[in-house]
T-cell receptor, first 114, second 112 residues
């Protein structure tokens, strides 16, 4: 069984640029959630993808968007980067079978916006 | 709206002393509560959830709906318990959507 992987590990971008972060979900998981974790804060929910569609979103602007592919891997895209977007971005995968699905987290991508 | 509050950023205890990490929540309904842990250089992982009512690594947590609390407890702290602990809440799922709200975390430091 393969765990959740994320790429890249670290990324430095300039304000105004666009970025794409990638996540491979754990084998057998069909749901992916993305979180933003600013320094000293807990993870904040960005959105969740299930069967290639966004089915829930937190308080993040539309410039945060995502995709989920048929193999359940996912991308997080952020346009028009701002300095406050600097954070650790976490991906978590889960399976929708059963009443509640435990989330398995990836190691994160550290994004720095200068 | 759902909110999770962890009032302590840092909790330092001596090895063998009891541990209590505080968590209070706000949610209009019946939430599911969890504790996640992040050890140094490791990824975030689920420690326990209130529905399971189980003890993991000696830790327990009881949901107190009257006080809207879900404190994490362990009678005797071990050095390997040193980590970052996050309390989290999941509201009712609608259409398969599960939003999890995390607290800001408490760093537990166990002093040898």
């Amino acid at each position: 069984e393969t765990g959740v992987t994320q790429s890249p590990t670290h990324l430095i971008k300039t304000r105004g640029q666009q970025v794409t972060l990638r996540c491979s979900s754990q084998s057998g998981h069909n749901t992916v959630s993305w979180y933003q974790q600013a320094l000293g804060q807990g993870p904040q929910f960005i959105f969740q993808y299930y069967r290639e569609e966004e089915n829930g979103r937190g308080n993040f602007p539309p410039r945060f968007s995502g995709l989920q592919f048929p193999n359940y891997s996912s991308e997080l895209n952020v346009n028009a980067l701002e300095l406050d977007d600097s954070a650790l971005y976490l991906c978590a995968s889960s399976s929708s079978s059963g009443g509640w699905y435990e989330q398995y987290f990836g190691p994160g991508t550290r994004l720095t916006v200068t | 709206a759902q909110r999770v509050t962890q009032p302590e950023k840092l909790l330092s205890v001596f090895k063998g002393a009891p541990v209590e990490l505080k968590c209070n929540y706000s949610y209009s309904g019946s939430p599911e509560l969890f504790w996640y842990v992040q050890y140094s250089r490791q990824r975030l992982q689920l420690l326990l959830r209130h529905i399971s009512r189980e003890s993991i690594k000696g830790f327990t947590a009881d949901l107190n709906k009257g006080e809207t609390s879900f404190h994490l407890k362990k009678p005797f702290a071990q050095e390997e318990d040193s980590a970052m602990y996050y309390c989290a809440l999941s509201g009712r799922k609608t259409g398969g959507y599960q939003k999890v709200t995390f607290g800001t975390g408490t760093k537990l430091q166990v002093i040898p």
